[in-house]
């Protein structure tokens, strides 16, 4: 007899009733667990911040320092903490590729990451999982969408600083999986050249977020204006010399935060570009245009969590909620 004949008459919960089952609560509709990206976050790198925090993961040891960065980013993982993510997508400038898109397709990266600037400052053994399913998913609609994308599947590359930094200052526990994009390097001979194709980018990391029913948050990880000293104080994390690079540096971040506060995002379309003329801002590699093309450039404010400069670069923590 076929199945369809045999189902037993009443609802699933009148049938657990006369079992003497339990009836699990209905779901809230407010309570339920939608996907898709569910935040984003301006999310800064500096490798100071990590080893001002002391964390066992990274060698050298400090006293503290750029506190007002750090308070921002402990709201932050407040915050994410209560989006209830799946997975963190990263997009940071560091991982650097001269031909396309990236995407780390290796489901256990473990290693030694190492700042090459500053390796007395960050040297950081991580040990993270990949959302496997999801990253091969973005290659896929990057491809689709016609960029040029691969997925990195060696084990034991190394992962970039501005990609465990950001990782590290957004969940330090690790307890969540990751998927990691690369910045295609041609901003940094072109300026503002590809921002066009972080749009594109931005799109299929959606449409692949969407197609696996990922509930996921997103970190740009950028630095603001990127003029910085040449010279380090004996202290590193001496704070008597830490400032902005001139004031119209300061002044070029603090106009792209006052766009970012009031919203829309849209606005970002022409202020961006703008702002990586005016401070060479580390956003010309793409991650925050990448960012808001993802989120579909909400008609929404930021939230600025906090600002402060790292050997004089400017750095916000900021949260978009679409
Ligand atoms: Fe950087």
């Not at 090459?116 to 896929?140: G, K, M, N, Q, S």
């Not at 599947?153 to 307890?175: C, F, K, Q, S």
């Not at 003029?227 to 400032?243: A, I, N, Q, S």
């Not at 570009?273 to 808001?292: F, R, V």
Request: charged share 20%; hydrophobic share 40%.
């Amino acid at each position: 007899m076929a199945r369809v004949f045999q189902v037993t008459a009443g609802s699933s919960r009148s049938g657990r009733r006369r079992a003497g089952q339990p009836t699990p609560a209905p779901v809230e509709p407010a309570l339920a667990r939608r996907a898709g990206i569910v935040a984003g976050y301006l999310a800064p790198h500096p490798p100071h911040l990590v080893y001002a925090e002391n964390p066992p993961q990274n060698e050298p040891r400090s006293t503290g320092g750029w506190e007002v960065l750090r308070w921002g980013y402990e709201e932050l993982r407040r915050r994410l903490r209560a989006h209830r993510p799946d997975v963190l997508v990263v997009h940071a400038p560091h991982w650097i590729t001269m031909v396309g898109h990236h995407v780390n397709c290796v489901p256990n990266p473990r290693g030694l990451s190492v700042e090459p600037i500053f390796p007395h400052l960050f040297r950081y053994h991580y040990d993270f999982r990949t959302d496997v399913d999801l990253a091969e998913a973005i290659v896929e609609e990057g491809e689709r969408a016609g960029l040029v994308t691969s997925a990195m599947r060696e084990d034991g590359v190394r992962v970039d600083y501005a990609t465990i930094g950001a990782l590290h200052l957004a969940n330090p526990d690790w307890d969540l999986p990751v998927v990691s994009l690369s910045a295609n390097n041609n901003p940094y001979f072109y300026s503002d050249a590809s921002l066009a194709e972080m749009e594109t980018l931005g799109e299929a990391t959606r449409t692949a977020i969407e197609k696996t029913g990922r509930r996921a948050v997103l970190l740009a990880s950028n630095s603001l204006s990127h003029l910085h000293w040449d010279t380090e104080p004996d202290l590193p994390e001496d704070m008597g010399v830490e400032r902005p690079f001139t004031h119209a540096q300061y002044a070029g971040d603090m106009e792209l935060l006052q766009t970012i506060r009031e919203g829309p995002t849209a606005r970002l379309k022409e202020a961006v570009p703008a702002h990586i003329e005016a401070t060479s801002s580390e956003t010309k590699a793409g991650s925050l245009t990448w960012l808001m093309a993802a989120m579909g450039w909400p008609a929404i404010a930021g939230d600025v969590l906090a600002y402060g400069t790292v050997i004089a670069t400017g750095n916000a923590v900021v949260e978009w909620v679409p």
